[in-house]
């Protein structure tokens, strides 16, 4: 009775095809013993393994992708191959035929520096817009507001624009800003033309300020 050995390793060659039988060198590494009755030892041992053409569509693995994958193979010795293409040691009539997955150690990687420029990119854009919406948050209506108009949409008459508010004013109007993140009392307009009727001061603060949005009342 044929003594049976159990070879694992990854392919070294490209598949030698002979029709119904296809052959391929494989590795394996590790002091491995050579089979009952073969006087050879060594730290690696190259086999010719033999297989038909049923057992490796079973692996549903490409011919291009055989030799990047690692296989456990069961089978016969054999030191006489009908090929002539047989270059390993030992010959292996293959009866079983299995793939392994690849387990890749994962790298137990030190923390990231501060200094990661995607990380701080990351961490950058989290802190903007826990910034944003903070400030959002803190928006308070003042009293008497309709709704809230696009400082675009609110058309400034020439006389206005010609004044230019006192300092105390639109330092009143600012430290509003500041605090409650718009001006400090609606901004007043005509609501069917949006043409500003009175508090230019406010506007003129909130556009310095670059707000988008102003409160208004009609």
């Known amino acids: ?20 039988y296809l052959a391929f060198d494989m590795e394996e590494k590790g002091s491995p013993n050579a089979p009952k009755g073969i006087p050879f030892k060594s730290n690696a041992i190259t086999y010719t393994v033999v297989l038909s ?8 693995v490409n011919q291009e992708e055989f030799s990047e994958r690692r296989f456990v193979v069961q089978g016969e010795p054999c030191l006489d191959i ?11 009539i293959c009866m079983q035929i299995q793939e392994i997955e690849v387990k890749r ?39 008497g507001t309709r709704e809230w108009m696009s400082l675009e949409e609110i058309k400034v008459p020439e006389a206005f624009l010609k004044f230019t508010p006192g300092m105390v004013k639109q330092k009143v109007v600012e430290e509003s800003i500041e605090k409650n993140g718009t001006v400090d009392k609606p ?18 603060v909130a556009k310095k300020k670059n707000l988008e949005h102003v409160p208004v009342y009609y």
Do not use: W
Not at 82 to 92: S, T
Not at 187 to 204: A, V
């Open 1 to 20: 009775m044929a003594h049976k050995i159990t070879v694992t390793g990854c392919p070294t060659s490209s598949i030698q095809d002979y029709g119904k």
């Open 53 to 60: 053409l049923k057992q490796f569509n079973k692996l549903n």
């Open 82 to 92: 009908p090929f002539e293409q047989c270059k390993g040691e030992i010959g292996v």
């Open 105 to 143: 150690k994962e790298k137990k990687g030190k923390p990231q520096k501060k200094g990661s420029r995607a990380q701080n990119s990351e961490n950058s854009d989290h802190k903007e817009e826990s910034k944003k919406e903070k400030k959002e948050k803190q928006i308070l209506a003042p009293k």
């Open 187 to 204: 901004i007043i307009i005509n609501p069917e033309t949006h043409e500003l009727l009175d508090s230019y001061s406010r506007y003129y």
